[in-house]
């Protein structure tokens, strides 16, 4: 397992939280997502066999939200 923490801006309330944890979770591969709204910042918990980063920054940008390198 790994971990990764994304810079996510946009987020602005738990409905945003939601959101994001709603399109990371499903994910195959993905076993965790702690989100800190305040700080914006997203920690996913994952398989690297599965999964990456760039299927993470992709489904944080379609929902509407920008990952900060």
Do not use: H, Q, W
Request: aromatic share 4%.
């Amino acid at each position: 397992m790994e971990t990764v923490t994304l810079n996510v801006k946009g987020m602005t309330c738990m409905g945003c939280v939601r959101s994001v944890k709603n399109v990371l979770e499903p994910i195959a591969g993905v076993s965790s997502v702690e989100v800190a709204l305040e700080k914006g910042l997203v920690a996913i918990g994952y398989d690297s066999a599965r999964t990456g980063v760039a299927a993470f920054k992709a489904a944080i940008e379609d929902a509407g939200y920008d990952v900060i390198p």
